[in-house]
């Protein structure tokens, strides 16, 4: 039982951190539509230049930092790509992406894994001032940034810019007849979710005390795993602050099912392939469901003319459409 409980914890301590990145990837898909592909790179790169600046003796909260900052830019790269140079959007994350892996490997000075076992970083001051374990250490020090996160985000896109972000991913024309410029509200969104997304990183770096330039393959799709779980979960909330937060709560189901899954023998080397299935699922069913429907009522409209017109055969001789050569 203990084993399990450790587990559960483990699995809730990185689901929390990685469900920053999350909210990072939501503003993109969930608002402005685009599946932005920078997301493996920029989380990676979030986590090396934090590891990085550990180990060159920057401060544990300076170099978190930084790792946000480095994400912002990455995804202000993308987000110029896009907007200045017309390339498309999922073309210009991948660009982004691909050039992200010989930078992560340059500021890991070409080794692809640096590790912080001997390093203090944010997790460890809890460690070793309040005596809880590298896990429990995790899950709060992820619990107040998460807050943090959405409170700020809540905040901001309450604001006059962040509004106009949201009805860019809405109704970009009918934004743009309102005098607003999409091309910048498009910049700051990648940039916006490319800074949480490199914030996530370099938490997890820290977690999991090593950087490895492979540590954010697939991170776009535990994104949108995570997120069709939380609206699943949560589909009903119409609050905005509320649907943030179900998109943490589904990357803690998704780590908990990863971890669950593993515990029972499956190879981790699969959780790619079935994330990649649960969410292609997802995004089918509910297209599955609205045809179905479209044709359950055209079939229910259809029986309801014969109906009619069995009852009412005179009415039905008398309407001129039904004449022959009408």
Known sequence: MSGLLLVTQGAVSQGVLWGIMVLGVYITYKLLDIPDLTADGSFTLGGCVCTVAILSGVDPIL???????????????????????????????????????SVNLRIMGGKSNNPLLKSDSTISFFVDNFGVSQSQAALIVGIILVLIVIAVLYWFFGTEIGAALRATGDNADMIRAQGVNINHTKLIALSLSNGLIGLSGAMVAQMQKYADTNMGRGAIVIGLAAIVIGEVLMNRVKNFGLKLFSAVVGAI?????????????????????????????????????RKWREKAAYTEGDLYADEHAAANPSANALNPQNKEGR
Do not use: K
Request: aromatic content about 8%.
């Open 63 to 101: 170099a978190t930092v930084m790792g946000l900052f480095a994400g912002l830019l990455a995804g202000a790269v993308t987000g110029i790509l896009h907007t200045v140079f017309e390339i498309p959007a999922i073309l210009a994350g991948i660009l982004t992406q691909i050039g992200l892996w």
């Open 253 to 289: 189901i998704y780590f908990l099912i990863r971890a669950y899954a593993i515990q029972l023998g499956l190879n981790v080397n699969d959780m790619q392939l079935i994330s990649a299935l649960l969410v292609a699922i997802a995004l089918a069913i509910p297209v599955a469901m």
